[in-house]
């Protein structure tokens, strides 16, 4: 069984703090994602990697990094959190080259920011 | 740009119902076709997926979904929910040669015993 960990459930983080999302997948995994999830507004792509070290911009990358120095593991980063950036956090992981194949998801970490 | 629809936000049934949830999408090449579900406090997994050949496909849990091309549609089906349906759907959708999964905005369902 494909598993995708995230490292907290549940985050509350001050405006301005640095924040750190971590993921980690035990499949060998090329590509994983990070997502947010908002009511309403489904599931956006905030960036993807395809391999160690790449990384693509998804479709709203604003306030947000990413790194990925293992291939298992793939970092969120708020470098200043704001309050729109509360949210749902989802990170994904797929094998293969081509998006016929299934992304496999974490739990999903609820993150607050006051 | 390409998007995704489901124009059910809220749907509400009861046991042995039929459910049919819409999705459209805006794209004009090939496409892989996902849809995703989220049962309360689980993570999100796959239901069913299309890639070609017979346009109606079979999922787990009783689900089916019909990929029609000319309508841009690809609606999910079951023909008797139980109260265990109860979830989140999301449609997906995949163009051919990208990385991007474009998600719709999800469907609730809640199913009433």
């Known amino acids: 069984d494909v598993k995708v960990t995230q490292s907290s459930r549940y985050l509350v983080k001050r405006t301005g703090e640095k924040v750190f999302l971590e993921c980690v997948q035990d499949m060998d995994h090329e590509n994983m994602f990070w997502y947010r999830q908002d009511p309403g507004l489904g599931l956006r792509l905030i960036y993807f990697s395809y391999d160690v070290k790449m990384k693509e911009k998804g479709d709203i990358p604003e306030g947000y990094s990413v790194s990925r120095e293992k291939k298992e593991r793939f970092s969120l980063i708020l470098e200043s959190a704001s309050t729109n950036q509360t949210s749902m956090y989802l990170c994904?992981?797929?094998?293969?080259?081509?998006?016929?194949?299934?992304?496999?998801f974490g739990p999903g970490t609820r993150l607050t920011v006051l | 740009a390409q998007s995704v629809s489901q124009h059910n936000h809220h749907v509400i049934l009861s046991e042995a119902a039929s459910l049919e949830l819409g999705c459209n999408y805006s794209y004009g090449g090939t496409v892989n076709l996902f849809w995703y579900v989220q049962y309360p406090g689980q993570h999100l997994q796959l239901l069913l997926k299309y890639f070609s050949g017979d346009p109606l496909v079979k999922g787990i849990k009783g689900f089916e979904a019909e990929f029609i091309k000319s309508k841009f549609s690809f609606n999910l089906r079951k023909p008797s929910v139980q109260w265990s349906d109860t979830a989140e759907y999301f449609c997906a959708v995949s163009p051919l040669n990208t990385d991007k999964l474009i998600f719709g905005t999800g469907t609730r369902l809640q199913v009433f015993p």
């Open positions: 994904a992981s797929r094998g293969g080259t081509s998006g016929r194949h299934e992304q496999f």
